[in-house]
């Protein structure tokens, strides 16, 4: 039911995304002015071919816990399996803008195959 509810909750913040150029962040993300309870980072991009990308996605832990990733989750379209949501929990704002500017996260996803410019958004739980 949680994981149902998680992905209703990232399929709406999806929809509702600003495009980002390669994490350009948009002026309410920007903000960083209040924060209250955990923070989401989701990312969606889609990718040349998934069983490609997940070795390079996997081997990226090390930069996802230096960035204070606490959680992460992978989703994939059920029409297209290369379309993919992730979504990353941080303790902090800050942490989530900080992980996205990373240009280690850039490079991991070129080597990992992805295909255009990701978009993104930041979300607390109020």
């Known amino acids: 039911m949680i994981r149902r509810n998680v992905f209703k909750v990232a399929a709406l913040l999806v929809a ?8 350009e962040m948009s002026s309410a993300t920007a903000a960083n002015s209040v924060e209250s309870g955990p ?6 991009h889609t990718v040349k071919d998934y069983a490609a990308w997940l070795p390079v996605y996997d081997g990226a832990e090390s ?6 990733v606490t959680g992460a989750e992978v989703f994939r379209d059920p029409a297209d399996p290369n379309k993919l ?13 900080a992980f996205l500017a ?3 996260l850039k490079a991991a996803m070129a080597k990992g195959g992805v295909i255009g410019a990701p978009t993104s958004i930041i979300a607390i739980k109020p």
Not at 39 to 44: P, R
């Open 39 to 44: 923070v989401l980072a989701v990312i969606s």
């Open 102 to 104: 990373d240009p280690g």
């Open 63 to 68: 930069l996802r816990a230096k960035a204070g």
């Open 85 to 97: 949501t992730i979504i990353h929990r941080f303790k902090t704002v800050a942490a989530a803008n």
């Open 16 to 23: 509702g995304m600003a495009a980002f150029q390669g994490f």
